[in-house]
């Protein structure tokens, strides 16, 4: 049974294989390559999931999964993250992916963050540099609204757990030495955590990547 209806050709993807957007009968729209929807191996947006796949009722730290939401597209591959409506505890409504959901990365609807932020002195007044880089590596890799998502959370990267604390990310790194420092990955392939980062230049940063 295929629920999927072409809408119009999309583009290319970075094979030259024709990809386009269909509409499913459940009503979400979805980029696939027309081969798959042909062959059969795609039918569906994604909805048509076993049950092991299913989250529609399973909790996640403060969120309970309602039901599926259109799938989000980022990368130059056209890569598919499965997202889904998610009822905070709080009463907020918000979406999230598959893999944010099961990592971990995304445990509310950003009512805990915010709660984490104010617990400590870095968010009176102006906000420091070392505050900034924190919120910064936790947003690129759980937040798939993020323009860079995909080169840190949609690549598998996170933040270890003991740095969902900002008071333990401060204690591990320090404060910047510098205002052209930034918080580097030593492993372009490896999580944020102690072992794997450093503040560094750019140009440090630059060599690290080339000798990679």
């Known amino acids: 049974m295929n629920l999927l209806k072409k809408i119009r050709f999309f583009g290319r993807d970075s094979k030259g294989r024709a990809m386009s957007i269909y509409q499913c009968k459940c009503g ?6 027309e081969y798959n929807v042909k ?7 994604g909805c048509l999931l076993t049950v092991r796949e299913d989250l529609i009722g399973k909790r996640f730290g403060r969120l309970i999964v309602l039901k599926r939401a259109q799938d989000k597209f980022y990368g130059k591959k056209k890569q598919t993250a499965t997202c889904w409506v998610c009822q905070c505890d709080c009463g907020n409504k918000t979406i999230a992916t598959t893999n944010s959901l099961r990592m971990r990365h995304t445990k509310s609807c950003k009512c805990l963050f915010s709660e984490k932020i104010t617990t400590h002195g870095e968010t009176k007044g102006r906000r420091t540099a070392e505050f900034t880089a924190w919120v910064a590596i936790h947003q690129r890799c759980s937040n798939p609204n993020k323009d860079f998502f995909h080169l840190y959370g949609g690549r598998g990267i996170k933040v270890c757990k003991r740095w969902s604390k900002f008071e333990n990310f401060l204690a591990d ?11 580097d990955r030593i ?5 944020y955590e102690p072992k794997n980062c450093r ?5 440090e940063q630059r060599r690290n990547r080339s000798d990679s």
């Open 28 to 33: 979400n729209k979805r980029i696939t390559r």
């Open 199 to 203: 503040w560094a230049t750019r140009s």
């Open 187 to 191: 492993n372009n392939d490896g999580n």
């Open 39 to 45: 062959s059969g191996a795609t039918k569906s947006c």
């Open 173 to 183: 790194m320090g404060r910047k030495p510098s205002a052209t420092h930034s918080i």
